[in-house]
């Protein structure tokens, strides 16, 4: 008897199965339909943020003061792809740290596309001095948009400096061990790290005096404290041109355009070995891939055009405008390449 009541119930509740099939699977696909549409309108939304950016200015860290060449470059890029394109931009500059006040505030930024950062050398060297420190990864953090620009290291030296180049400053610090001290613009900058390459390779010693940026070393180059200071050209050529100190070589493997009588490193009798800074464009971690194409490209056209390359090359910066890829490779390298210098040369951050 229960097994047949059984057989019934089994009978009726597949016939109920079967009447409510069609609207069984309405009924699902409406709910499949009710879970998604949150995040098709989700998608759809950030869909039409990338499509219509930008829709308000671009707010882009320095983190360093005005006037200097990192601000002077990335103005005049920036200035030329608003001309290009109708694009806002505001440049803040927040100094401090090394730098890393003003990428921290740039790593911890919405990545909308709507804020940004330039970086130099002390970026890459950053990694490094202040391992394990940081409040942010100094490439994990980041996107990478383009490399604006190169600029070669220039050494110079008082002109009282027995030595007339490379070679012969080489043979007389080995001669004359502590006679020798080289000036920067302060422990870890690229102006440090330059010359504590040319030591390393070159095997030869010499005191390293930092300084509170370039204005106070080259008083005291030309003072005759220092006997040795690397900077940019563009910091250094108007004492150069008025004899107030002399040039030694730039730290290029090949000539730089504005500077055609200056030796390269080679030239002047030192190893084939490269020092420089240069301006570098990044935003915060997750910027949209559409953005960062449209950025880095406008941004490359912009550093191509013959204004900005002329520009550049005024202040003997080369000319690059690369893709993120190729930044992001060429920031690897240099964090590697400095992170040796630092710990052969055993430098710690102030």
């Known amino acids: 008897m229960t097994n047949n009541k059984n057989s019934v119930l089994k009978s009726k509740t597949m016939t109920i199965f079967k009447k409510m099939g069609c609207a069984w699977n309405l009924y699902v696909t409406s709910i499949i339909f009710a879970l998604s549409t949150p995040l098709l309108s989700s998608a759809q939304g950030i869909s039409s943020a990338v499509s219509s950016w930008p829709s308000k200015p671009i707010r882009w860290i320095i983190p360093y003061t005005p006037g200097g060449i990192t601000d002077s470059a990335t103005r005049m890029v920036l200035q030329k792809v608003q001309s290009d394109t109708g ?86 610090a080995k001669a004359n061990p502590n006679k020798i001290s080289f000036g920067s613009s302060g422990v870890g900058s690229a102006s440090q790290l330059t010359f504590e390459l040319l030591k390393q390779v070159g095997g030869f010693e010499a005191t390293h005096v930092p300084y509170k940026g370039t204005t106070p070393a080259l008083a ?44 390269t490193i080679q030239e002047a009798g030192g190893p084939p070995i490269e020092g420089s800074t240069w301006v570098l464009f990044l935003g915060p971690n997750g910027v949209p ?20 390359t002329q520009r550049f090359e005024e202040l003997a910066i080369e000319p690059i405008g690369n893709s993120p890829t190729d930044a992001g490779k060429f920031l690897d390298e240099e964090i590697l390449k400095w992170s040796k210098v630092i710990n052969a040369a055993g430098v710690k951050a102030e």
């Not at 008082?158 to 070679?167: E, I, T």
């Not at 250094?236 to 000539?255: N, Y």
Request: proline share 7%; hydrophobic share 45%.
């Open 87 to 172: 694009w806002n931009f505001i440049i803040d500059n927040k100094p401090g740290a090394n730098s890393i006040l003003g990428a921290d505030l740039a790593a911890r930024a919405a990545p909308d596309g709507y804020t940004f950062l330039t970086v130099i050398g002390a970026h890459a060297a950053n990694a490094t001095l202040y391992a394990g420190r940081l409040p942010y990864d100094p490439v994990k953090s980041f996107t990478p948009i383009s490399l604006a620009g190169i600029t070669p290291l220039l050494m110079t030296a008082n002109v009282n400096l027995p030595a007339k180049n490379v070679r012969e400053l080489i043979s007389f």
């Open 220 to 263: 005291d180059l030309m003072g005759g404290n220092i006997q040795i200071m690397t900077d940019t050209p563009s910091a250094l050529m108007p004492f150069v041109k008025s004899g107030k100190i002399k040039a030694m070589a730039v730290f290029s493997q090949k000539k730089i355009k504005g500077l055609e009588d200056i030796p």
């Open 289 to 308: 891939k559409e953005i960062v194409s449209r950025l880095s490209n406008e941004i490359s056209k912009a550093i191509r055009s013959n204004e900005i």
